[in-house]
């Protein structure tokens, strides 16, 4: 920073006369910080002297100063006194340098650069040159640091009044950021042609096949890969399109993903199976657009990995029918650990078949061992969790007193370490402790076999053989193909002569194809005739198979491996399924047409009710007609026992009337005959309606009937006649089923779109065991030999019929003893 004690001590608060403050007012008038500050400043303690010494030169040099918009600064005499502008006052950044830079001295001022333009000054003054200086780097002290500065700036003399050269203008512009700018975008530039380099390295290195093309789909690049993978050079296809090279993507999935890459300018990436100038093959394919509205593409070969793909989930389903077709348990554990990382239970994961017999335990998948064997040894959970901790295998034999057997046990990591998952394939042993010696001797060698078999399992889980050379004799063979052909010795014969039954059946003209065209052959349940025990006729078997060439490391073919698997059982199977589908085919058709005839005689049914019915209402209604003739006295004076016995036969002929017309309307509801008239229906009417036909049964026995709370704006879609049948039906159901000084009670309620009428009482309730059958037709809760409550146990089956025909239904519950309570509910107005 500058020590201003080496410079003139001006104040700013200093008391001149009239002349002086004038000469001030009128050179340093006008706005701006630094006229405010150069009025302000006390120029007679300057070698500058007051203003109006000074001379015409330096007025009008500061006057041009003070006025520019352009950043400018003036030294003044020897001691090089300092004035600059407002365009040059953020060149000083922000602390201490302004406004201490304002009439102070050059030299004492600018140490931090005088160095450099010290001498640049001194030449000014001397020599009267006007040196330029473009994006001069001179870094100086502001805004509390050290800042990398560029100037762009002119030094020109001035002279004073008498002719010599008094003192130095500067203008300047502060380029810095320009300056940054080019040194960044000059970076920028060749951190890019390095990338560009780089890239193109990586490009032609990369296992991907990569192609460039521009807005007309012609190539403009390729790398080492590409070529490899077409099997053409860069001068095969440079310059045509692709449509030209590979026509047969023409109208292709690929050709609408390029296409809209390159005219939507998004990314691709998508599988593709070309077929086509012979090519047969899966792609994998990634595409870009580019700065120059082409493409670029990336692709990937993953013909085999589909193969593979389909190979393995046929192996998949192969080894889980072979997981559960498996006599020894097997099973997949998780290994639980305590915060000390000792091993204290394992929960089951996944069980075959098997396993519950050979461990009793059942229902074992997702529980733990402590649940499912509470007291069982420490010893399983130490030797599974070293298998699941250190992911080595372990064979052993070993008893469980909890479980009261012995196991035969392999047990191997499988998954991830972290998952602490073992697989465990294990055996009941209990039965052939007697034997352990012998045994031991078996379990040494079946570990050997087994370890083969596991290797055997992961790559060819069926039969298998290989057969060298052009006559195809067998090199290697698995026993699964040796019980496919009968046990029969063949390695070290050729096909033909070993297996000469099957000679005529065309698999050596697929043998010899496969060998010389390299392309594998699939066979799907081919029929094979073979002698499967000698001097036994043969046998017809059915096989699914594969012949792939095998390929030595030249590239030469030198046999087929033949692997496949017999599925005869499964063939045999699906024939059976085949032939008890088609005959449960014809039973269903002869269920259907016997439901068809029960429904004709249901129906058949309903219309005789329905026609019993009314021949029966004609005759009754003559006799309640005569009856009420007779008591009238119209036939002649009637007697008070008369009069009774008529009153009786009119009431046994309102209620047999009644049993009919229950029957006609349940015979009207079975077959289709009844017409409902929708209608909005105020419910609380409808509701008071039904209580006042039933309410003078219910005061005859001493019972409360009210209906309770219900909006008179609630409004249901039902049919209002059949709507007051249901309610007259529950209320009288609720009047015979009370005993006296009972309670009906009645309320509606809308229940969002829904209206629901609910009657409770607290009659003797219904018995759980009848609560499902109460609608049933002809059904009655109290059917004892004394009937108190007559009926033919339709009214309730009506009811729901009726509602369930107006869009709604009716439920009920109950408690014995204590009451039931029945809930309507209809579609809301």
């Not at 193109?200 to 990569?210: F, P, V």
């Not at 002869?590 to 004609?618: C, P, Q, W």
């Not at 008591?631 to 016995?645: N, Y």
């Not at 709370?709 to 009288?732: G, H, M, T, Y």
Request: with cysteine.
């Amino acid at each position: 920073m500058i020590d201003r004690t080496t410079t003139p001590a001006p104040t700013m608060g200093r008391d001149t006369d009239h002349e002086q403050d004038t000469a001030d007012l009128a050179l340093f008038a006008g706005p701006g910080e630094m006229r405010a500050l150069c009025r302000a400043f006390d120029w007679s303690g300057t070698p500058l002297g007051p203003v109006t010494t000074w001379s015409q030169s330096l007025r009008t040099t500061v006057g041009i100063v003070l006025s520019s918009s352009n950043p400018m600064f003036l030294w003044w005499g020897p001691k090089l006194v300092q004035i600059y502008n407002d365009a040059y006052r953020p060149s000083l950044g922000l602390g201490a340098r302004h406004p201490q830079a304002l009439g102070a001295f050059g030299r004492d001022f600018w140490t931090d650069i005088w160095e450099a333009i010290g001498p640049q000054i001194e030449q000014v003054m001397t020599t009267g040159e006007s040196p330029w200086h473009e994006d001069q780097y001179l870094p100086i002290e502001r805004n509390g640091r050290i800042e990398d500065v560029w100037w762009t700036y002119s030094y020109v003399p001035v002279r004073d009044d008498d002719g010599h050269i008094a003192g130095t203008l500067v203008v300047c512009q502060e380029t810095t950021r320009r300056v940054l700018g080019d040194i960044e975008r000059e970076r920028l530039r060749a951190e890019s042609v390095d990338a560009a380099r780089r890239t193109a390295r990586i490009l032609e290195q990369m296992s991907d096949s990569h192609v460039s093309m521009d807005s007309g789909f012609r190539f403009i690049a390729m790398n080492a890969a590409a070529e490899r993978a077409l099997g053409m050079t860069r001068t095969d296809v440079m310059g045509r399109t692709h449509w030209d090279v590979f026509p047969a993507s023409l109208g292709s999935a690929a050709e609408r993903e390029y296409r809209r890459v390159v005219a939507d300018g998004v990314e691709a990436h998508f599988t593709h199976h070309h077929v086509g100038e012979g090519y047969d093959r899966h792609l994998e394919i990634d595409a870009y657009p580019t700065e120059e509205s082409g493409l670029a593409f990336f692709w990937r070969d993953v013909t085999a990995r589909k193969a593979a793909e389909a190979a393995l989930r046929e192996s998949e389903a192969r080894y889980r029918a072979l997981f559960q077709s498996l006599d020894e348990g097997f099973c997949v554990i998780q290994v639980l650990f305590d915060d000390q990382g000792a091993p204290v239970d394992y929960r089951f994961v996944e069980t075959n078949e098997a396993f519950e017999m050979q461990t009793g335990l059942g229902d074992s998948k997702g529980r733990t061992a402590r649940e499912l064997v509470p007291d069982l040894e420490s010893h399983w959970f130490e030797m599974y969790g070293h298998v699941a901790s250190t992911g080595t295998p372990t064979r052993f034999d070993s008893g469980s007193d909890a479980m009261g057997r012995w196991f035969d046990v392999y047990a191997f990591r499988v998954g991830r370490p972290e998952e602490r998952t073992v697989a465990i394939l294990f055996k009941d042993i209990t039965h052939s402790r007697a034997a352990a010696q012998e045994r031991e001797q078996l379990v040494r060698a079946l570990e050997v076999e087994r370890s083969r078999l596991a290797y055997v399992f992961q790559h060819a889980p069926t039969f298998l053989a290989v057969l060298r050379g052009s006559e195809h004799a067998f090199e290697l063979v698995n026993a699964a193909y040796y019980q496919l052909v009968g046990q029969r010795e063949i390695v070290g014969r050729t096909f033909d002569d070993a297996l000469p039954e099957v000679r005529d059946q065309g698999f050596t003209a697929l043998l010899d194809a496969v060998l010389a065209s390299g392309t594998p052959y699939v066979g799907r349940e081919v029929p094979v005739r073979l002698a499967r025990t000698p001097g036994e006729p043969h046998e017809e078997r059915f096989v699914d198979f594969v012949y792939l060439p095998l390929v030595e490391a030249d590239g030469s073919r030198s046999g087929v491996i033949a692997h496949g698997t017999d599925v005869t059982d499964h063939v045999r199977a699906r024939r059976e399924i085949e032939l008890l589908y088609n005959r449960e085919q014809e039973a269903r058709t002869a269920v259907e047409e016997a439901y068809d005839i029960a429904e004709a005689a249901n129906r058949a049914k309903g219309e005789f009710l329905a026609v019993m019915s009314h021949e029966l209402r004609t005759p009754l209604n003559a006799i309640g007609g005569y009856a009420e003739l007779m008591e009238m006295g119209i036939r002649g004076p009637v007697t008070a026992q008369q009069r009774e016995d008529l009153r009786r036969i009119q009431m046994s002929q309102r209620h047999l009337l009644g049993l009919i017309n229950e029957v006609l309307n349940y015979a009207k509801l079975e077959t289709g005959t009844v017409h409902y008239d929708i209608i909005d229906v105020p419910v609380r009417e409808a509701m008071t309606a039904a209580e006042s036909l039933v309410n003078p049964q219910a005061r005859a026995k001493g019972l409360t009937l009210v209906v309770a709370e219900c909006s008179p704006v609630l409004v249901a879609r039902a049919d209002a006649e059949k709507l007051r049948q249901i309610l007259v039906n529950l209320l009288s159901n609720a009047v015979k089923f009370t005993d006296d000084g009972g309670r009906i009670e009645m309320s509606g309620s809308d229940e969002g779109g829904t209206v629901r009428i609910v009657l409770a009482d607290t009659g003797i309730g219904i018995p759980p065991d009848k609560l499902g059958s109460i609608f049933d037709p002809f059904v009655q809760v109290r059917a004892d030999l004394t009937r108190p409550h007559e009926g033919t146990g339709l009214g309730l089956a009506i009811s729901r019929d009726l509602a369930r025909g107006m869009g709604g239904d009716l439920t009920a519950t109950s408690t014995l003893g204590e009451g039931s309570r029945f809930m309507l509910t209809l579609p809301r107005a």
